[in-house]
């Protein structure tokens, strides 16, 4: 099956012909598979957020080409607009995008805009609406009225409501509590349960990849660095060091222990495969 | 689209023109709008224009980028030309019906739309090769006698830098508020005027908002600082002129006394 999301040779320079020009990805050949969970890793300024604009057509490439589904995105206007439904895409702190007087009208911005009549909008605002735990009560509200954790979920929800056949995020938990970042996971997880939607995710969190992800990405320096599963990427953890990244703090505590002699497997990447584990080794007693 | 937008922008760089006093250059710009205005013809106007020219070639600053923000004058640039071209009376040389060109028509049209080109080239150069920040602080210093009338000079600049300051902030926050729209299908480019007035609202409100919580949090990080306004207050970056200010004041004495000199000369 081809993959639904592609680029190829993809390279974007900003600001060309000024002293502030800067490549800032280089050839980057990305592939996404369809209803695969991807984690798209990489330090402030390696491109990330480049890449994923380019996915929805909302930059343009300096050379290369998108291809979602097997046709380029900007074939057409029509073709670039259709695929802005395909693909949604959200934003870091999307919570400042809201506008609409309440969430319920926030929430139906997107499907608004593709033309749905008003019985599919209302279903799909109140579809996405349970995606992320809104109750009836909330939709009334002012978005300006929520939580913070509230006004982001809002915000995805609005994104979610176009039913993307790909979700791509860009650091969804950044500046969340711990609760607040749980909540959003578990939103985008059932999201793709309901959906069979392919998500990108970006994050700077190791644990977050460690959980939630399929496949990797790494990205250092405008290039696509590694790819794989998280086993195959968190083995390599000398170089993410050298990009700035790291492994999960657990992983690097069972390196510890069997470096001090523990017989632990070397792929343990979240707290409850590490507990399990060490539990085993004193006879599985809890 | 956004990044088109230059306006108050400063260009990095090293020349002669980067390191001349803010003072110096904010002078210059008026001596040079003096000049430009005193000279009637096209003739005088070549002294200006040289000037201009020799600024622009030390200051390493791209002519297609000068050029670039001409655009949006095109309109009132075009209006000008055209009006002076037609309208001006003297010694027909082309009629088409109600249309009649003159030779004084010709040289109006050119030195009037030249004038303006140059102009906003000249003060372009001035926002380009200086950073907002000496630029407030050249403002403050040459502001400095109106303290005596008790008006609050330091507060004032301190208002302007940061408005300039906030202009690339503001920028770059429409562009991102812009795009998340966009992702959400928000069409900002088709439609009558009615439906692209109404498109803005999911920008402006965003923007709005954004711009208060800024203004907010900027406050809040000022008085946590313990400012308190410009009494007593010292600098970090002292101005001070250099032999090279003395030597463009001289060239801008020269651009006066050559302009008039052949004003004086022509009548």
Known sequence: MPPILQTENLTHIYSVGTPFERTAIRAVDFCAQKGEFLGLIGHTGSGKSTLIQHLNGLLRPTSGTVLFDGRDIHESKQETRNVRFQVGLVFQYPEYQLFEETVYRDIAFGPRNMGLDETEIDARVREAAALVGFKEKHLDRSPFALSGGQKRRAAIAGVMAMRPSVLILDEPTAGLDPRGRDEIIHNIRTFRKETDATVIMVTHSMEEIARAVDRVVVMNDGEIAMSGTRNEVFARGEELHGMGLDVPEITRIVMRLRSLGLDLPPDLFTIDQAAKAILSLKGGRD | ?267
């Open chain 2, 1 to 267: 689209m956004l990044k088109d937008i230059t306006l108050g922008q400063y260009f990095p760089g090293d020349t002669v023109i980067h390191r001349l006093d803010p003072r110096t250059k904010i002078v210059m710009v008026g001596v040079f709008l003096v000049a430009l205005f005193s000279s009637g013809g096209l003739i005088p106007m070549l002294i200006p224009a040289l000037f201009l020219a020799m600024v622009i070639a030390l200051s390493k600053v791209r002519v297609r980028l000068l050029i670039r923000n001409l655009k949006p004058l095109i309109i009132i640039l075009s209006f000008t030309g055209f009006i002076n071209l037609f309208m001006t009376p003297g010694e027909p040389l082309v009629s088409v019906w109600i249309f009649t060109v003159t030779l004084e028509g010709i040289e109006r049209a050119v030195v009037l739309v030249t004038r303006i080109v140059m102009m906003i080239m000249g003060t372009f150069i001035l926002t380009y090769t200086t950073t907002p920040m000496t630029l407030t602080d050249g403002i403050e210093s040459l502001m400095s006698p109106l303290k005596w009338l008790r008006v609050p000079v330091h507060e004032l600049t301190i208002i302007m830098s940061m408005a300039l300051r906030f202009i690339p902030a503001l920028i770059e926050e429409t562009d991102k508020i812009m795009s998340a729209q966009k992702a959400r299908g928000a069409d900002f480019e088709t439609g009558n005027l009615l439906k692209r007035a109404k498109a803005l609202i999911p920008l402006l409100i965003p923007l709005f908002i954004s711009a208060i919580r800024r203004a907010e949090e900027l406050a809040i990080a000022m008085e946590s600082r313990c400012y308190h306004g410009g009494e007593g207050r010292t600098r970090m970056r002292q101005l001070q002129f250099a032999a090279r200010d003395f030597l463009t004041g001289l060239v801008g004495v020269l651009l006066l006394v050559a302009v008039f000199g052949i004003r004086g000369l022509l009548q």
